[in-house]
């Protein structure tokens, strides 16, 4: 006996549709306060997690809403009679999940959710570009904008952040090859272009040394999802020079601002941390230096300048410190400046911006001189006027733990600027690859976050705890972020913004080795 004919696929389709139909699965939302909604939909509808969506309610109300969190739900309806007879079996899969209301639309305006109620049965489509760019201007309000790129699921819509919001602590988090350096460097040209505030880059990849030069105009529109014309970048790319024009560079390059810091700009124990001296420990030579030092006082001198000192002392102590300095090799370091040279430590701190290239020291205790030096400074300066403090590969100027006396100096006084700085006017833009490998007074200071993509489990459960505020799920997303996708929330950000990071018009500093070795 033959066996009966099986159903075509598309007789299937058919089938679950007109189930769907029937069960009133289809793309409807509702609300129980009129802040947030639920929804279901069916498989395949424009839903992405944070893009945006237009909902129109029984009463006639129509409202813009983000979507937030997606999941696909199934039910199991059993055996179901087909045409012709023949059973098909039909398990029901559908998206279900919520999001939050952002305004209420009235014709081409936005206005705000006042008295709005809930709602049961609204119909849902995908938002309009118009309507949210109007949200996103209504978002920045009197601040000025800074233009990240464009919005991931709003095509052709640009990704503007409050400029206000970077007074905040900010994270910006992405595994390697996620374009975190990249998205950096867009950062950092927004707020030289748009803002007035100072900043200083720790930067020991050199990745940002190249801040004040310029791409080519074919260039720069290779980097941007909506191109410029050649006029609007020419520009854009005056403006960005006159702003550039007060970016300083420090490194060890002949052409450069001196990479130098002064031995007298250090504390006493941080001295003693450069010598290895340990108070207890060593405590005659250190309580040498307590002297010596004080006898230098209201001068600049050298490393040079306390093993000549230690030497007149013409005791054993002196000498025992004289040899411990000289064994150490730190007069050798080639961080320090001599007394009639300048120093990065002598830099006034209301220049426009300094890209402090740490990558050009090979030593990495020179590397900690320098950001002691330049903290240091920012704990004693006066005044509370605002600076930006971008550190670049965070997870190894503040970790969690240091081997090292003078690492852990470092993280001390990160720590003390996350915690204590921004009542003076410092604020942090920490970027890395890992955020559990940051110090956790530093990291758990930050408001913003910029996120990109990021692949371990734990990294991204550790973010969702930190930044609670913000959608687990869209946190969780970023494991399928492609090259360049970010999330960005926080005071800058007040919607969590799936985002297209583009437009760099500077040239970038770092960039990967070359894969000849990789052909045939």
Known sequence: MAEPARPRPRRGVEMRERVLHELGIDTIAWSADGRGFGYV???????????????TTPAGDVLLGQVQSRRVAQSDLGTVGGPGGVALRVPVRHLEGGGRLLARIAGRRLGPLDGAAGFGDASVAPATARDVAAHRRAEIGGSTAMELGVLTHAPGVRADVRAAGFNRHTLLCGQSGSGKTFATGVLL??????TTLPFIVLDPNSDHVHLAELRSF???????????????????????????????????????????????HLTIDEQ??????????????????????????????????????????????GRRLAQRIENLRVADWRIWAANDEPAIGD?????????????????????AVAALVLFGRLRRRDGRSP???????????????????????????????????????????????RPQKLHPNVVSQCENIVLMRVNSH????????????????????????????????????????????????SVEGGADLPTDWARG
């Open 41 to 55: 939909a069916r498989l395949g509808r424009a839903l992405p997690l944070g893009g945006y969506v237009r909902i």
């Open 189 to 194: 040209e927004q707020i030289l272009a748009n």
């Open 218 to 264: 074919e260039d720069y529109n290779r980097t941007r999802r909506v191109p410029l014309s050649r006029s609007a970048y020419e520009r854009l790319a005056a403006r960005y020079r006159r702003a550039a024009s007060g970016v300083s560079i420090a490194s060890t390059r002949p052409g450069d601002v001196a990479l130098k810091a002064r031995f007298s």
């Open 272 to 317: 003693a941390l450069c010598l290895r001296l340990d108070p207890i420990r060593d405590i005659e030579e250190y309580n040498l230096v307590v002297h010596l030092v004080a006898g230098m006082a209201g001068r600049n001198y050298t490393v040079a300048d306390l093993v000549e000192a230690a030497h007149r002392t013409e005791g054993p102590v």
């Open 347 to 367: 830099t006034p701190f209301d220049r426009r911006g300094m890209v402090v290239d740490t990558g050009s020291l090979d030593d990495p205790r020179e590397r």
């Open 387 to 433: 600076l930006l403090v971008v550190i670049d590969e965070a997870h190894d100027v503040c970790p969690p733990r240091s081997d090292d006396a003078l690492g852990e100096a470092v993280t001390a006084h990160v720590a003390w600027a996350a915690g204590e700085g921004r009542k003076y006017g410092t604020f942090l833009l920490l970027a890395t690859q």
């Open 458 to 505: 734990t990294d991204r459960d550790h973010l969702a705890a930190l930044f609670s505020q913000v959608p687990e799920e869209l946190v969780q997303e970023s494991a399928a972020f492609g090259l360049g996708e970010a999330l960005v929330a926080g005071p800058c950000a007040p919607t969590p913004a799936m985002v297209t990071i583009g437009g760099r018009l």
